[in-house]
Structure formats: C-alpha cells, structure tokens
Nanobody, 124 residues
C-alpha cells in the first residue's frame, strides 16, 4: 500500500510559478512510476507528466512541455512538479499517482494509488 499526499497548490498570477510536492508512505515508493494528473471543472482527468522509478525517464503532455518539470527523490519518498510560466488554462485540481504504468502511458487505469488532490488556480 502507498498513501500519497499532495501539497503546494495555491493561487498565482499568469506567468508565475508553483512547486507541487507529493509525499508518499510505504517502503516500495522507489519501485513505482510516479505521475501527475489534473482535472478542471467539467473535464476529464488528464495526464500531465510521469517519471520512472530511477528518474532516468520522464514524459510530459504537450500542453506543459517546456514549462513543467517532474522530479523525484526516492530517499525522501517524494515527487515534485515544478510549474513555470503558468497560464489560466493550467487551473485545475492536481493529483499525484503511483503505479506500474509505463512512463509513456497517458491514461489513468495503470496507476494504482492516488492522492487527494491540490488546487492550482492561475489568474489572468
């Protein structure tokens, strides 16, 4: 079992930055692919980024590529999402997830564990 807790969300002006963190419990954190997803009101949950267990591979949605950076620290059981050049369309609840999904997988079904989400609001 892995429990995930996100933090770092908030309100920021367009062009600003935020850093999300996801703290995981459980000794097997380092064996999982970690991902970030987001869900805006009235929309489906969508893939944002993923990182493999060793942090040697990452993958990003086209909408965030070049602006967001995913990372992880297995010694701290923590995953991060550095979000730069934020846009109003980035406004959503952001979720971290852990699972056996390949890094290149964009869906939700191969992620077994989810956090409760943290709200990110970008004002124009």
């Amino acid at each position: 079992q892995v429990q995930l807790v996100e933090s770092g969300g908030g309100l920021v002006e367009a062009g600003g930055s935020l850093r999300l963190s996801c703290a995981a419990s459980g000794r097997t954190f380092s064996s999982y692919t970690m991902g970030w997803f987001r869900q805006a009101p009235g929309k489906e949950r969508e893939f944002v980024a993923a990182i493999n267990w060793s942090a040697s591979r990452t993958n990003y949605a086209d909408s965030v590529k070049g602006r967001f950076i995913i990372s992880r620290d297995n010694a701290k059981n923590t995953e991060y999402l550095q979000m730069n050049s934020l846009k109003p369309e980035d406004t959503a609840v952001y979720y971290c997830a852990a699972g056996s999904a390949p890094v290149g997988y964009y869906g939700v079904s191969q992620y077994d564990y989810w956090g409760q989400g943290t709200q990110v609001t970008v004002s124009s």
